[in-house]
């Protein structure tokens, strides 16, 4: 069992930055692949990066490449989401969650956190 806790969120001007944490229980997270999604209001829940246990794998949607930054830290219990550059388009609840295997599947993702909320003003 793991247990997803996000924080992070806010509210940012265009071009600003954020940097998105989701803390997990249990003392398997280190085996697990670790994805962060996002759902704007109307639209379905859509992968934006997902890492790998050892984090030497790494995904990114397209319309995030080169400005987000997934990153994780085994030892903390802990992945991060590094956002740069932000557009009003990346307004969204964001959700961390985790996987038994190397994917990027929403429903392959057996744990999800509660979401936190970035909003991009223009």
């Known amino acids: 069992q793991v247990q997803l806790v996000e924080s992070g969120g806010g509210l940012v001007q265009a071009g600003g930055s954020l940097r998105l944490a989701c803390a997990a229980s249990?003392?398997?997270?280190?085996?697990?692949?670790m994805g962060w999604f996002r759902q704007a209001p109307g639209k379905e829940r859509d992968i934006v990066a997902s890492?790998?246990?050892?984090?030497?794998?790494?995904y990114y949607t397209d319309s995030v490449k080169g400005r987000f930054a997934i990153s994780r830290d085994n030892a903390k219990n802990t992945v991060y989401l590094q956002m740069n550059r932000l557009k009003p388009e990346d307004t969204a609840v964001y959700y961390c969650?985790?996987?038994?295997?190397?994917?990027?599947?929403?429903?392959?993702?057996?744990?999800w956190g509660q979401g936190t909320q970035v909003t991009v003003s223009s």
């Open positions: 249990g003392r398997t997270f280190s085996s697990y692949t």
């Open positions: 969650a985790a996987a038994g295997h190397y994917t990027v599947r929403p429903g392959a993702y057996n744990y």
């Open positions: 890492i790998s246990w050892s984090g030497l794998s790494t």
